[in-house]
């Protein structure tokens, strides 16, 4: 998913957005809307759920207060309150890097103390601050929050803050200044909303009254989500727990229409996690003013959002994106702090898109047979990516994950910053075309991004009938993955997942389990994966190869890398060239890639393509005939 941090003007850009899906593609609209249940309308606006406890923690040591003045929506006054250590010298953070996106301080302004023995000064680093308190004990900040982007909502722009007409959205990542604290650090904070507009709504992770007050690690403020404007809202009640849905925006269902299969879908995924008493729990659907920007969505402590696209369809790419993000309630958050969200994404990302699909069948919303053409495609993808076989860190070093979650290495002012939320994103949909002379952004490398989600799946697919047949049919992955989560207090890394699987696995599984982890091994598909009743039949496909540098694409637009042979040559595209524009489905070989190349006196040419590499031979999952069993699908 790569993106553009400086768009050149509009004139360069033909093709602004390429339409683009990393998931399988499904026009089955989804019976989410023929149910026409209507559930009853409770507005949470006063309710009870103001306080959230998040965890059992020792005695807190940081207390912070953030006060939010809504009173104009495009513009939020913030002032926190905090103690300065005994030294008086402490260190602010601003929000700096999230999901891809850098810069984040820009959306900070007047940041200044109103404290009358402290000072404040600016570092080389923006994102950092130095904080001197000549009497130590309180001190109060304040700063001014502004939307530092303009134009139409589209990806990734959901993950900078949004402060537009009808809608506010921010979160921990990208709207909080903090002074530096650990990710597993207990924290007491208290969060007030004043001058919220009456006809608006607030929902955080922690309640929708405008008097919050939280005790937990401080993991779970900094993947907090604090959204609100214009919106319609429904709750249902899942496993006896309140649900929360909002939805902003004119669509063609209502919450009401889409609240049955949702709950349907948390409703099978909180009893597979034996978890379901959860207090307070929210989703919030806003669409993306960009028809092409097709659906993304991000995990948050006890929310999550989706921007979608398409406003008229509830179909199952969206449902099989609200199992994705509603599994990181638990995978990883609730299975130990994560250090380092990209080196875990096989697992983090992997497993949460295996289960994903498995949840949908298990929910009634996808049958067998959907299931298993959802399953082909992610073999398909898998097997035919250019990042089959590249080792995970490599595959780390590209993720945009790895921007904000590392407390190593040379970000320092990232030391708090374990964010699983951002483990959370996952998009269905690129956007792009245009170029600049940015640093190459961690998206640009959309193969590499792509595949921990489809190496982790894969693996979660083997290791579940690995796990099935060397306990006899006792045991599942599911097992496994309670056993993680009952070791929460733990760090989760990979040689935990790794150490909590030979419990179930041979020594010799494990070893193997780990060169497809680590050193990128291309995982076999067991005959017996799905049961008795389904073979594995080998079918061709064409690999996706662009035929030349995908660089190209992202930096100056000057075409490099044509390799003789490819598709890309044998259309008349050399190196050198000028590109003006580009239209292509990423990683998709059955679709033309089109290129508008600039030419000497500023005339355009365009040429077209099939993007294809080598054709492969893939095993795709067949339902055997008159097989009384049928597909067993993992549970
Ligand atoms: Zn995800």
Partial sequence: MRSIANPVSADTLLYGDIPFRTEMLSDVPLMFLQSMKNLPLLLLLGSSLGFASIGATPSPRQDLHYRFDLHDPSHLHVTLEFTTPPSGDDLLLLPSQ????RDLYRAVSNLRTSSPDATLAPTPNPARWIVHNRRPGRITVAYDLTQDWSGPLKYPLEHRIILGPGL??????????????????????????????????????????????????????????????????????????????????????????????????????????????????????????????????????????????????????????????????????????????????????????????????RAGIIGEAEYLTRLNATIKDYLASPRLNAPNLELARTQPIAQTGSPSGSNPNLTAASSPAALGALNLAATRGSFSSSPPDPRSDLPANQQPYLRGAMIALWLNHQINQQTGGRH?????????????????????????????????????????????????????????????????????????????????????????????????????????GFSLWNGNAEREVTLTLRE????????????????????????????????????
């Fill in 98 to 101: 999230w999901a891809g996106e």
């Fill in 476 to 580: 599942t992955l599911t097992d496994l993955m309670l056993d993680l989560e009952t070791e929460r207090s733990q760090p989760l890394t990979t040689d935990r997942i790794l150490g909590a699987a030979g419990r179930f696995v041979h020594p010799a599984t494990v070893a193997q389990l780990r060169a497809f982890v680590l050193d990128g091994l291309t995982v076999p598909i067991d005959p017996g994966s799905l049961g008795d009743c389904v073979n594995f039949r080998e079918k061709p496909f064409w690999t996706f190869d662009l035929g030349f540098d995908p660089a190209s694409l992202h930096r100056s637009g000057i075409i490099g890398g044509v390799r003789k042979e490819s598709s890309a040559w044998k259309a008349g595209v050399r190196d050198g060239e000028q590109l003006d």
């Fill in 168 to 361: 506010f959205e921010f979160n921990g990542n990208n709207g909080l200044v903090a002074p530096i604290l650990s990710a597993n650090e207990a924290v007491d904070v208290t969060f007030d909303f004043i001058n919220l507009p009456p006809s608006q709504t607030l929902i955080t992770s922690f309640g929708t009254t405008p008097h919050q007050h939280v005790t937990g690690p401080w993991s779970d403020i900094r993947n907090a989500l604090f959204t609100g404007g214009d919106l319609q809202t429904d709750t249902l009640t899942v496993a006896g727990s309140p649900v929360l849905l909002a939805i902003h925006g004119k669509w063609s269902f209502s919450p009401a229409q889409i609240a049955p299969g949702i709950g349907n879908i948390l409703e099978t995924e909180r009893r597979l996690w034996h978890d379901t008493a959860i207090p307070f729990y929210a989703i919030v659907i806003s669409p993306y003013d960009d028809s092409s920007s097709g659906g993304g969505g991000s995990g948050f402590t006890n929310i999550f959002n989706l921007f979608l696209a398409d406003r008229k369809t509830f179909n199952t790419d969206t449902a099989s994106l609200v199992a994705h993000e509603a599994f990181h309630h638990w995978n990883p958050r609730a299975l130990g702090t994560v250090e380092d969200t990209a080196e875990i994404a096989w697992f983090g990302e992997g497993f949460t898109r295996f289960y994903q699909d498995t949840i949908l069948e």
């Fill in 600 to 635: 000497f006196g500023g005339r355009r040419e365009q040429l077209a393509f099939y993007p294809r590499g080598k054709l492969l031979a893939v095993p795709q999952a067949e339902p055997i005939p008159n097989c009384a069993a049928g597909p067993r699908i993992p549970e």
